[in-house]
């Protein structure tokens, strides 16, 4: 019997190619239903690698929404989709086979995404602040850096809001809610990594 929310593809899997230093995204799926309702997308490395995961779903007739995710090994995401879309690229340098899975259901989910990069000494360097970014918590290769160095976040109307202290930053971070521009600010050149805690 035909049923309005079955998608018209729910798994795939692909080896993605070592990572050279570029974010080589591929396509890995997608699938389309009559009908929205909640879907669960297990995203997942049968090599127990990282990868990075972009998603694009709509929920009825609109341009709908996206979310950028790293996962370590594997991770579980829950959205209300009619279309869905998933790309890949690998972040490791060995290849790397990923797969998805979609099954319709709702569980409460939680997922990361990070920035990887360096910063160059006493500059002013803008860090992203992905789609469903509620906090990010900014990691340096050299700790004994993290008192010297500031997180800066802007609003919309670019007017300066918070100053912190990568050493203050706390557990989770700072919030990235309502941000309009997030900057950190080191002392010497380092490298850094930048999580994002998002909601979703």
Request: with cysteine; proline share 3%; net charge negative.
């Amino acid at each position: 019997m035909y049923c309005a929310t079955e998608l018209s593809r729910r798994s795939d899997s692909r080896s993605l190619a070592a990572f050279t230093g570029t974010l080589a995204l591929e396509h890995l799926l997608s699938g389309e239903a009559g009908a929205g309702t909640w879907r669960l997308v297990e995203l997942f490395s049968s090599d127990d690698r990282a990868f990075e995961a972009r998603l694009s779903w709509t929920s009825g007739k609109g341009s709908g929404a996206k979310a950028w995710l790293t996962v370590s090994r594997s991770t579980r995401v829950c959205v209300w989709a009619k279309h869905l879309s998933v790309q890949v690229a690998n972040l490791v340098t060995e290849t790397n086979r990923v797969g998805v899975t979609i099954a319709d259901g709702f569980a409460p989910t939680h997922n990361t995404w990070e920035e990887r990069g360096s910063l160059s000494e006493n500059s002013l360097e803008a860090l992203t602040i992905p789609p469903f970014s509620q906090r990010v918590r900014l990691e340096l290769a050299n700790p004994t850096l993290l008192s010297a160095t500031e997180l800066r976040v802007r609003d919309g109307a670019d007017i300066l809001r918070a100053v912190v202290s990568a050493a203050e930053q706390g557990e989770h971070g700072i919030p990235t809610a309502g941000a309009h521009a997030l900057t950190a600010l080191a002392p010497a050149d380092v490298a850094f990594r930048a999580v994002h805690h998002l909601a979703l």
